[in-house]
């Protein structure tokens, strides 16, 4: 039997072309670039197997073809320059400019540097080239946890630590990333350590400050710091250090306490909130369907305190993000959702998924977001930049229902719907996210010229409907 003939690289499109005319007429018509192969051999694929759903059916051809047809290229985020800072109500970069922050969690990056330097500097380069301004990774890890999973690190059992975590920064500025930093543990150091650790980190932070996105005292300390006679973990400590940490940088480096866990309540929030930070940090609501968590993050600055807030380390994909409720309902289109919500509503989204807790076998492009992510939050930002919006200048109302809305949900909607809006106080521009598990119908105060964000794509189309049958972001100018 004669082995089959494999076209050429340069063969391709011819070959393609003929599949689409010949052998399977009459499906769509777009040019046979890039995105239009992709979008036939989706459309194929999808009918040939008609319970599989389009979108599983397109991150499936993805998977199997991407060394012979990638995705739609990312379109990176206009650079981004630290030390930050907080201005307007807003994350803003060292120009005073506000900013969406977009990151991508990398938690024990660090750690995967000091054993394959090579793997750790593959994925700064592909974070850069997916168009993240930067990773969120931990600076030391110990326990038990970390003994069988991956290994331990940290400045006291760690050789040439302070060296080599000079150059890991290094291969970030190299690739023109910032980070976000802090310990992931901090019971088994010692107080005099502790000492050493928060004076070398001030010194990187002097250092390399236009690198220093953000430095976290550690990662949701409640499991992560030393307890007290009664069991709890309070912030005396973290102050202290990091009153110590601002005293050293100058106070020019953005920084804060802890996350304190993934639960969320006023008490913690209180407690680890210092003074100074004109911010919360948060790692938020992980339960419930799809569209709580995508409400919960403009419930946040809507119900509890109207100030910027940083997520973290939010709900995300894969084996490795814990205590996650219907992970399953996370497809692309609904992690870039919650990017632009917690753009929207928040200013700093981290995407958060199985190999941004410890790089290993996993692939971050094949982590449901991971593509879409940064390339909406960008086109959110140039379109809200274009027009002059700052979204914490802007009025918050929720659900469709209230006196400042623009949009008003229809009941036929029903009880899950969502329009969350922002609207400018001179009420000539909104910007809305609309979503829930059916179809969302809306009227509108006055006439509304339109345009929705592709939460695939990063593209923006006219919008002349009032309705919706996907979630997706809208900009609209009041005529």
């Not at 059992?157 to 690739?175: G, P, Q, V």
């Not at 020019?252 to 940090?281: K, N, Q």
């Not at 790692?283 to 419930?288: A, E, M, S, Y």
């Not at 390339?375 to 809200?384: D, G, I, P, S």
Request: aromatic residues 10%; proline residues 5%; charged residues 25%.
């Amino acid at each position: 039997m004669n082995e089959p003939v494999i076209p050429t690289q340069d063969q391709y499109l011819d070959v393609l072309t003929w599949l689409r005319e010949e052998v399977y007429p009459g499906l769509v018509l777009q040019p046979l670039d890039d995105r239009g192969i992709v979008a036939w051999l989706c459309e194929t694929y999808t009918r040939e197997r008609q319970a599989v759903a389009h979108l599983d059916a397109k991150h499936r051809v993805f998977k199997h073809i991407k060394d012979v047809v990638q995705p739609p290229p990312a379109l990176a985020p206009m650079s981004l320059r630290a030390p930050l800072g907080i201005a307007r109500n807003s994350f803003v970069d060292a120009a005073g400019v506000p900013r969406f922050v977009v990151m991508c969690h990398a938690g024990n990056l660090f750690g995967e540097w000091l054993r394959n330097r090579d793997k750790a500097k593959r994925v700064i380069s592909r974070l850069r080239a997916r168009g993240y301004y930067g990773s969120r990774w931990w600076t030391r890890c110990r326990g038990d946890w970390w003994v069988r999973n991956f290994g331990e690190w940290g400045q006291e059992i760690t050789s040439r630590y302070w060296d080599e975590m000079s150059l890991f920064i290094e291969a970030h500025r190299d690739e023109g990333l910032v980070f976000h930093t802090g310990a992931g543990d901090l019971r088994f150091i010692g107080e005099s350590a502790e000492d050493e650790y928060i004076d070398g980190m001030s010194a990187l932070a002097n250092t390399y400050a236009a690198q220093f996105a953000y430095f976290e005292y550690v990662n949701e300390a409640r499991d992560t710091d030393d307890t007290e006679s009664d069991g709890r973990v309070r912030p005396y400590d973290a102050l202290r250090d990091m009153e110590r940490f601002r005293r050293l940088t100058g106070e020019r480096i953005l920084c804060g306490l802890s996350a304190y866990t993934g639960h969320e309540d006023h008490v913690h929030f209180g407690e680890w909130t210092a003074p100074w930070m004109r911010h919360r940090i948060v790692h938020v609501l992980r339960g419930g369907r799809w569209w709580d968590k995508i409400r919960h993050l403009m419930g946040l600055r809507y119900e509890q305190a109207d100030v910027p807030w940083l997520h973290g380390e939010p709900w995300g994909v894969g084996r490795r993000v814990s205590a996650m409720e219907n992970q399953h309902e996370l497809t692309p289109e609904r992690m870039a959702l919650g990017a632009a919500q917690a753009s929207l509503f928040g200013g700093w989204w981290t995407f958060f998924s199985s190999p941004g807790v410890i790089v290993g076998d996993e692939q971050f492009d094949d982590q449901p977001g991971f593509a879409e992510t940064p390339r909406v939050v960008a086109a959110l930002q140039r379109a809200l930049d274009d027009r002059g919006l700052v979204p914490g200048q802007m009025r918050m109302t929720h659900g469709g229902v209230g006196r400042d809305n623009v949009f008003e949900i229809d009941r036929s909607s029903g009880p899950h719907a969502r329009i969350d809006q922002l609207v400018s106080t001179d009420r000539r521009h909104v910007v809305a996210t609309i979503y829930g598990p059916q179809r969302v119908h809306w009227r509108e105060k006055g006439r509304v010229k339109k345009t929705a964000l592709n939460l695939e794509t990063g593209e923006w189309a006219e919008l002349d409907a009032m309705n919706a049958d996907r979630p997706c972001v809208v900009v609209g100018e009041l005529m």
